[in-house]
Protein backbone atom coordinates (compact mmCIF):
# COMPACT_ATOMS: atom_id res chain seq x y z
CA UNK A 1 0.00 0.00 0.00
CA UNK A 2 3.15 2.73 0.82
CA UNK A 3 4.16 1.88 -2.48
CA UNK A 4 0.91 2.97 -4.41
CA UNK A 5 0.19 5.68 -2.12
CA UNK A 6 3.70 6.84 -3.07
CA UNK A 7 2.93 7.02 -6.56
CA UNK A 8 -0.18 8.94 -5.77
CA UNK A 9 -2.96 6.30 -5.55
CA UNK A 10 -5.27 5.88 -3.05
CA UNK A 11 -4.99 2.29 -1.83
CA UNK A 12 -7.66 0.74 0.51
CA UNK A 13 -6.55 -2.67 1.84
CA UNK A 14 -9.49 -5.42 2.42
CA UNK A 15 -9.22 -8.54 3.91
CA UNK A 16 -10.19 -11.80 1.59
CA UNK A 17 -11.84 -13.14 4.31
CA UNK A 18 -14.39 -11.17 5.29
CA UNK A 19 -16.12 -11.67 1.69
CA UNK A 20 -18.19 -14.37 0.31
CA UNK A 21 -18.59 -13.53 -3.20
CA UNK A 22 -17.66 -11.88 -6.44
CA UNK A 23 -20.96 -9.84 -5.64
CA UNK A 24 -19.63 -8.50 -2.95
CA UNK A 25 -16.68 -7.22 -4.05
CA UNK A 26 -18.64 -5.72 -7.23
CA UNK A 27 -20.70 -3.83 -4.64
CA UNK A 28 -18.33 -2.26 -2.89
CA UNK A 29 -16.11 -1.38 -6.02
CA UNK A 30 -19.03 0.28 -7.23
CA UNK A 31 -20.38 2.10 -4.28
CA UNK A 32 -16.50 3.46 -2.74
CA UNK A 33 -16.25 4.24 -7.18
CA UNK A 34 -12.67 2.13 -7.18
CA UNK A 35 -10.83 1.98 -10.79
CA UNK A 36 -8.64 -1.32 -10.56
CA UNK A 37 -8.03 -3.80 -7.71
CA UNK A 38 -4.73 -5.92 -6.72
CA UNK A 39 -5.54 -9.28 -5.46
CA UNK A 40 -3.15 -11.35 -3.27
CA UNK A 41 -3.35 -15.21 -3.45
CA UNK A 42 -4.44 -16.86 -6.52
CA UNK A 43 -7.63 -18.26 -4.90
CA UNK A 44 -8.30 -16.67 -1.35
CA UNK A 45 -8.44 -13.23 -3.25
CA UNK A 46 -8.20 -13.70 -6.66
CA UNK A 47 -11.51 -15.86 -6.39
CA UNK A 48 -13.52 -12.59 -5.31
CA UNK A 49 -12.91 -11.03 -8.54
CA UNK A 50 -13.94 -13.45 -11.06
CA UNK A 51 -16.05 -11.54 -13.59
CA UNK A 52 -14.57 -8.18 -11.82
CA UNK A 53 -15.99 -4.96 -13.73
CA UNK A 54 -12.59 -3.54 -12.91
CA UNK A 55 -9.42 -4.72 -14.36
CA UNK A 56 -7.38 -6.34 -11.66
CA UNK A 57 -3.97 -7.90 -11.19
CA UNK A 58 -3.04 -11.06 -8.87
CA UNK A 59 -0.11 -11.31 -6.26
CA UNK A 60 0.61 -15.60 -5.99
CA UNK A 61 0.79 -16.11 -2.46
CA UNK A 62 2.48 -19.69 -2.54
CA UNK A 63 0.07 -22.08 -1.34
CA UNK A 64 -2.74 -21.03 -4.02
CA UNK A 65 0.55 -22.56 -7.04
CA UNK A 66 1.69 -24.60 -4.03
CA UNK A 67 -1.24 -26.52 -3.22
CA UNK A 68 -4.33 -25.04 -4.41
CA UNK A 69 -3.91 -26.49 -7.37
CA UNK A 70 -4.14 -30.20 -6.31
CA UNK A 71 -8.21 -29.07 -5.77
CA UNK A 72 -10.09 -29.74 -9.36
CA UNK A 73 -13.05 -26.61 -8.18
CA UNK A 74 -9.84 -24.77 -6.88
CA UNK A 75 -7.76 -24.96 -9.89
CA UNK A 76 -10.58 -24.39 -12.26
CA UNK A 77 -11.86 -21.15 -10.14
CA UNK A 78 -7.77 -19.91 -10.15
CA UNK A 79 -7.44 -20.50 -13.92
CA UNK A 80 -9.80 -17.96 -14.96
CA UNK A 81 -8.74 -15.78 -12.95
CA UNK A 82 -5.70 -15.85 -14.31
CA UNK A 83 -7.17 -15.88 -17.65
CA UNK A 84 -9.30 -12.44 -17.12
CA UNK A 85 -6.40 -10.97 -14.87
CA UNK A 86 -4.03 -7.93 -16.68
CA UNK A 87 -0.76 -9.15 -14.51
CA UNK A 88 -0.01 -11.68 -11.75
CA UNK A 89 3.71 -11.58 -10.12
CA UNK A 90 5.48 -14.39 -8.76
CA UNK A 91 8.00 -14.08 -6.03
CA UNK A 92 10.03 -16.86 -7.50
CA UNK A 93 11.53 -17.96 -10.93
CA UNK A 94 10.21 -21.49 -9.68
CA UNK A 95 6.99 -20.27 -8.48
CA UNK A 96 6.25 -18.72 -12.11
CA UNK A 97 7.12 -22.14 -13.75
CA UNK A 98 4.86 -23.78 -11.78
CA UNK A 99 2.01 -21.03 -12.35
CA UNK A 100 2.84 -21.24 -16.13
CA UNK A 101 2.91 -25.42 -16.25
CA UNK A 102 -0.76 -25.29 -14.91
CA UNK A 103 -1.82 -22.53 -17.34
CA UNK A 104 0.46 -22.29 -20.18
CA UNK A 105 -1.49 -19.24 -21.75
CA UNK A 106 -1.02 -17.05 -18.85
CA UNK A 107 2.67 -17.15 -18.69
CA UNK A 108 3.80 -14.29 -20.63
CA UNK A 109 1.59 -12.31 -18.28
CA UNK A 110 3.56 -13.73 -14.74
CA UNK A 111 6.41 -10.87 -13.41
CA UNK A 112 8.80 -12.55 -11.33
CA UNK A 113 9.19 -9.64 -8.25
CA UNK A 114 11.16 -10.92 -5.02
CA UNK A 115 9.49 -9.48 -1.86
CA UNK A 116 11.34 -6.28 -1.03
CA UNK A 117 12.07 -6.01 2.58
CA UNK A 118 12.32 -3.05 5.42
CA UNK A 119 12.75 -4.02 9.23
CA UNK A 120 12.13 -0.97 11.59
CA UNK A 121 12.96 -2.39 15.25
CA UNK A 122 11.64 -0.78 17.93
CA UNK A 123 13.90 1.26 20.06
CA UNK A 124 11.67 0.82 23.37
CA UNK A 125 10.68 -2.53 23.08
CA UNK A 126 11.50 -4.31 26.93
CA UNK A 127 13.14 -7.60 25.65
CA UNK A 128 13.36 -8.87 29.61
CA UNK A 129 10.27 -7.92 30.28
CA UNK A 130 8.79 -9.85 27.21
CA UNK A 131 10.75 -13.12 28.65
CA UNK A 132 9.68 -12.33 31.68
CA UNK A 133 5.79 -12.72 30.55
CA UNK A 134 6.56 -15.60 28.65
CA UNK A 135 8.54 -17.65 31.40
CA UNK A 136 11.68 -17.79 29.75
CA UNK A 137 14.35 -17.36 32.04
CA UNK A 138 15.84 -13.86 31.84
CA UNK A 139 19.73 -14.72 32.57
CA UNK A 140 20.32 -13.91 28.90
CA UNK A 141 23.97 -14.78 28.88
CA UNK A 142 23.19 -18.09 28.90
CA UNK A 143 19.67 -18.50 26.98
CA UNK A 144 19.00 -19.35 23.20
CA UNK A 145 16.29 -18.67 22.32
CA UNK A 146 14.82 -19.80 18.81
CA UNK A 147 11.68 -17.65 17.44
CA UNK A 148 9.00 -19.66 15.20
CA UNK A 149 7.07 -16.77 13.35
CA UNK A 150 3.95 -18.41 11.41
CA UNK A 151 0.44 -17.95 11.80
CA UNK A 152 -1.35 -20.48 13.27
CA UNK A 153 -2.65 -23.35 10.83
CA UNK A 154 -1.59 -26.87 9.72
CA UNK A 155 0.93 -25.70 6.39
CA UNK A 156 3.08 -23.91 9.08
CA UNK A 157 3.68 -27.07 11.23
CA UNK A 158 4.51 -25.24 14.28
CA UNK A 159 4.61 -28.43 16.07
CA UNK A 160 6.75 -30.28 13.56
CA UNK A 161 9.98 -29.67 16.23
CA UNK A 162 8.28 -29.56 19.34
CA UNK A 163 8.94 -33.33 20.72
CA UNK A 164 12.86 -32.94 19.62
CA UNK A 165 13.09 -29.37 20.79
CA UNK A 166 11.85 -30.46 24.51
CA UNK A 167 14.05 -33.37 24.36
CA UNK A 168 17.30 -31.43 23.86
CA UNK A 169 15.71 -28.74 26.74
CA UNK A 170 15.75 -31.18 29.20
CA UNK A 171 19.56 -31.76 28.56
CA UNK A 172 20.29 -28.42 27.81
CA UNK A 173 17.93 -25.66 30.04
CA UNK A 174 19.81 -22.35 28.10
CA UNK A 175 17.88 -23.75 24.95
CA UNK A 176 13.95 -22.34 24.43
CA UNK A 177 11.74 -22.44 21.40
CA UNK A 178 9.34 -19.53 21.08
CA UNK A 179 5.95 -19.86 18.20
CA UNK A 180 4.53 -16.20 17.90
CA UNK A 181 2.12 -15.27 15.56
CA UNK A 182 -1.63 -14.98 14.84
CA UNK A 183 -4.56 -17.58 15.60
CA UNK A 184 -5.65 -18.10 11.90
CA UNK A 185 -6.67 -21.71 12.60
CA UNK A 186 -8.83 -21.88 15.60
CA UNK A 187 -9.24 -25.81 15.70
CA UNK A 188 -5.78 -26.34 15.22
CA UNK A 189 -4.41 -23.32 17.39
CA UNK A 190 -6.35 -25.13 20.41
CA UNK A 191 -3.75 -28.43 18.81
CA UNK A 192 -0.89 -26.06 19.25
CA UNK A 193 -1.86 -25.10 22.75
CA UNK A 194 -2.26 -28.39 24.28
CA UNK A 195 0.88 -29.58 22.70
CA UNK A 196 2.92 -26.71 24.00
CA UNK A 197 1.86 -26.49 27.68
CA UNK A 198 3.23 -30.60 27.98
CA UNK A 199 6.40 -29.45 25.90
CA UNK A 200 8.86 -27.93 28.55
CA UNK A 201 11.44 -25.23 26.86
CA UNK A 202 8.22 -24.22 24.13
CA UNK A 203 6.27 -21.58 25.22
CA UNK A 204 3.42 -20.00 22.66
CA UNK A 205 3.67 -16.68 22.92
CA UNK A 206 1.63 -13.34 22.83
CA UNK A 207 1.26 -11.43 19.39
CA UNK A 208 3.04 -8.24 18.92
CA UNK A 209 3.11 -4.88 16.90
CA UNK A 210 5.54 -5.48 13.55
CA UNK A 211 8.08 -3.18 15.25
CA UNK A 212 8.50 -4.71 18.52
CA UNK A 213 8.48 -7.92 16.76
CA UNK A 214 11.38 -7.19 14.73
CA UNK A 215 13.22 -6.10 17.95
CA UNK A 216 12.57 -9.33 19.32
CA UNK A 217 13.83 -10.90 16.71
CA UNK A 218 16.93 -9.42 16.50
CA UNK A 219 17.70 -10.24 20.76
CA UNK A 220 16.66 -13.61 19.87
CA UNK A 221 19.30 -16.70 18.96
CA UNK A 222 18.08 -17.29 15.37
CA UNK A 223 14.82 -17.72 13.70
CA UNK A 224 13.18 -20.85 12.24
CA UNK A 225 10.79 -21.53 9.90
CA UNK A 226 9.19 -25.46 9.44
CA UNK A 227 6.42 -24.81 7.13
CA UNK A 228 5.82 -27.95 4.71
CA UNK A 229 4.92 -24.98 1.91
CA UNK A 230 5.50 -21.56 1.33
CA UNK A 231 5.63 -19.12 -1.04
CA UNK A 232 8.45 -16.81 0.07
CA UNK A 233 8.76 -16.07 3.87
CA UNK A 234 8.81 -12.63 4.97
CA UNK A 235 10.12 -13.73 8.12
CA UNK A 236 13.24 -15.63 7.24
CA UNK A 237 14.12 -12.36 5.08
CA UNK A 238 13.58 -9.89 7.75
CA UNK A 239 15.55 -12.24 9.85
CA UNK A 240 18.66 -12.02 7.17
CA UNK A 241 18.16 -8.70 7.11
CA UNK A 242 18.24 -7.94 11.35
CA UNK A 243 21.72 -10.12 11.18
CA UNK A 244 19.91 -13.11 13.03
CA UNK A 245 20.87 -16.73 11.45
CA UNK A 246 17.74 -18.77 10.07
CA UNK A 247 17.17 -22.42 10.20
CA UNK A 248 14.33 -23.79 7.73
CA UNK A 249 12.75 -26.90 6.83
CA UNK A 250 14.62 -27.70 3.12
CA UNK A 251 10.84 -27.23 1.12
CA UNK A 252 11.36 -25.26 -2.46
CA UNK A 253 10.54 -21.67 -1.22
CA UNK A 254 12.68 -21.92 1.55
CA UNK A 255 15.55 -23.60 -0.63
CA UNK A 256 14.89 -20.32 -3.40
CA UNK A 257 16.22 -17.93 -1.02
CA UNK A 258 18.59 -19.79 1.33
CA UNK A 259 21.98 -21.53 0.48
CA UNK A 260 23.00 -24.49 3.08
CA UNK A 261 25.91 -23.28 4.95
CA UNK A 262 25.94 -19.73 3.34
CA UNK A 263 23.38 -17.88 4.05
CA UNK A 264 21.51 -19.98 6.36
CA UNK A 265 20.58 -23.46 7.56
CA UNK A 266 18.19 -25.84 5.77
CA UNK A 267 16.95 -29.16 7.95
CA UNK A 268 15.64 -31.99 6.36
CA UNK A 269 13.96 -33.61 9.67
CA UNK A 270 13.31 -32.83 13.31
CA UNK A 271 16.88 -34.52 14.13
CA UNK A 272 18.91 -32.69 11.84
CA UNK A 273 17.55 -29.49 13.25
CA UNK A 274 18.96 -30.40 16.84
CA UNK A 275 22.61 -31.27 15.20
CA UNK A 276 22.53 -27.95 12.77
CA UNK A 277 21.29 -25.74 15.77
CA UNK A 278 24.43 -27.27 18.07
CA UNK A 279 26.91 -26.83 15.47
CA UNK A 280 25.87 -22.69 15.10
CA UNK A 281 25.77 -22.39 18.86
CA UNK A 282 29.20 -23.89 19.15
CA UNK A 283 30.91 -22.39 16.16
CA UNK A 284 30.61 -18.07 16.37
CA UNK A 285 32.87 -17.88 13.02
CA UNK A 286 30.56 -19.76 11.02
CA UNK A 287 27.54 -18.13 12.44
CA UNK A 288 29.18 -14.48 11.74
CA UNK A 289 29.84 -15.60 8.70
CA UNK A 290 26.06 -16.59 7.82
CA UNK A 291 24.53 -13.51 9.58
CA UNK A 292 27.04 -11.09 6.86
CA UNK A 293 26.07 -13.38 3.91
CA UNK A 294 22.62 -13.33 4.54
CA UNK A 295 22.56 -9.21 5.31
CA UNK A 296 24.10 -8.96 1.88
CA UNK A 297 21.78 -11.35 -0.21
CA UNK A 298 18.72 -9.24 1.29
CA UNK A 299 20.31 -6.33 0.27
CA UNK A 300 20.74 -6.92 -3.35
CA UNK A 301 17.80 -9.15 -4.17
CA UNK A 302 14.99 -8.24 -2.13
CA UNK A 303 15.60 -4.27 -2.09
CA UNK A 304 12.28 -2.52 -1.03
CA UNK A 305 13.31 0.52 -3.73
CA UNK A 306 12.96 -2.23 -6.94
CA UNK A 307 9.62 -3.75 -5.39
CA UNK A 308 8.01 -0.55 -5.19
CA UNK A 309 9.42 0.72 -8.69
CA UNK A 310 7.48 -3.16 -10.32
CA UNK A 311 3.94 -2.38 -8.48
CA UNK A 312 3.97 0.82 -9.35
CA UNK A 313 4.49 -0.05 -13.06
CA UNK A 314 2.84 -3.03 -13.21
CA UNK A 315 -0.51 -0.64 -11.99
CA UNK A 316 0.07 1.33 -14.55
CA UNK A 317 -1.08 -1.10 -16.99
CA UNK A 318 -4.51 -1.27 -14.81
Known amino acids: RSHLHAAGHICVLKNAFLYESPAEIADLTSTDKFDAALAIHLYKGGRLLQGSRIPFGIIF ?40 AEWPEARKKIYVQTQGIKTTPSETFDWYRFLERADIPTDTDRLHLFLLICGLRRVKDPLYLVEVFSDWHRKDPSVHLGIIGPAVDPLFTREVKEKVKRAPGVHLLQELPQDDLHAAVKRCFALVNSSTSEGMSAAILEAMDLDVPVLARNIPGNAAIIKHKETGLLFSNPQEFVVLSKSLMNDPIMEKEIITRAKDYVKKHHSWESERKTYQNLVLRL
Do not use: I, P, W, Y
Not at 81 to 90: D, K, N, S
Not at 91 to 99: C, G, P, R
Open 61 to 100: GGTDVNEDVKSEEKHRVMGAVLEEARFAVAFTVEMKELAA
